[in-house]
């Protein structure tokens, strides 16, 4: 174990995080309430926690494999980033849900997963007027197999 990371649960009715038994070092997130979805419906789903991570990460959040076949909704931004200035008493992280059928989100499901990233380094953007390399060539130039 390296590093303690203060958080705060803003519901007694969720599970404190863990890690699953040597399965995965992503650690799921659970619903903070019930949320009924209609088809085509978006809705910001809570996930009951507040982090203040370490000086020069960020925390990454993905569904996890299963969510889709279980909730029948989708992660909106495919990909959400908590940033490290995320860390105020009511920046409680939410997953940006989007449900392709009628479904029920019950409290304390899991229904994605985070894991804690070190940031890029920072790099310089310089405009050129000419990248003078080859061109890769477009997408799929690989062809399909
Ligand atoms: O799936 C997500 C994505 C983001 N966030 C929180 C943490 C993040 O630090 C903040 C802002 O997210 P982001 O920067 O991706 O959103 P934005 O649309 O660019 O908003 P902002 O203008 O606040 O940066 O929202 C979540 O809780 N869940």
Redo the contacts with the bound molecule.
């Keep these: 174990m390296t590093g303690t990371i203060k958080i705060k649960y803003f519901t007694e009715e969720i599970e404190r995080l863990s890690y699953i038994g040597g399965k995965s070092d992503w650690i799921d997130l659970r619903a903070a309430k019930e949320v009924e979805m209609k088809a085509g419906e978006f809705k910001l789903i809570p996930l009951g926690i507040a982090m203040e991570l370490p000086a020069g990460y960020e925390a990454h959040?993905v569904p996890r494999s299963s969510t889709f076949k279980n909730y029948g909704i989708i992660q909106t931004?495919s990909m959400?980033?908590?940033?490290e200035t995320?860390c105020g008493d009511n920046d409680q992280?939410?997953?940006?849900a989007y449900a392709l059928r009628d479904t029920v989100i019950h409290i304390n499901d899991r229904i994605c997963q985070f894991r804690i990233m070190e940031h890029q380094p920072a790099f310089e953007f310089m405009a050129v007027d000419m990248l003078t390399n080859e061109d890769r060539g477009g997408h799929g130039s690989t062809g399909k197999q």
């Design positions: 959040v931004n959400g980033i908590i940033d995320y992280w939410f997953f940006p």
